[in-house]
């Protein structure tokens, strides 16, 4: 053991670093909770969606009922979905054109 340094200052320097470690990681688990609990919901398969005029809107499934749809896939064409016969979800435009299909709440998809 060097000269001048007491076994008790390795310790506590030990404590103090595994203390900061702690409460990083304790503020970075709130973070992403937080980030978890106040996401605005998005358009990807197995989220929901309301038809408001024209538009479709992202909502939380939980707060879907009956004229909501649930995003079951994500495709290139129309015709790639289970029931093409349902609405779609599309977004953008040409090469860039994203296709959701679209399952009504509370029917089994293709129904």
């Known amino acids: 053991m060097p000269e001048g340094k007491p076994a008790g200052d390795k310790k506590k320097l030990g404590l103090i670093i595994g ?3 702690g409460v990083l990681v304790l503020i970075g688990a ?4 937080g980030m978890q609990m106040f996401a605005t919901p998005g358009f990807e398969a197995g989220s929901c969606v309301r038809q408001e005029d024209t538009n479709a809107v992202a909502i939380s499934c939980d707060e879907a009922g009956s004229g909501d749809y649930k995003i079951t896939k994500e495709v ?13 979800v599309e977004l953008g435009s040409g090469d860039d054109m994203q296709i959701y299909c679209l399952s009504p709440i509370g029917e089994p998809a293709g129904e």
């Open 76 to 88: 290139d064409d129309r015709a790639k979905c289970e029931d093409p016969t349902q609405p779609v």
């Open 19 to 21: 203390g900061i470690v």
């Open 30 to 33: 709130i973070v992403f909770l």
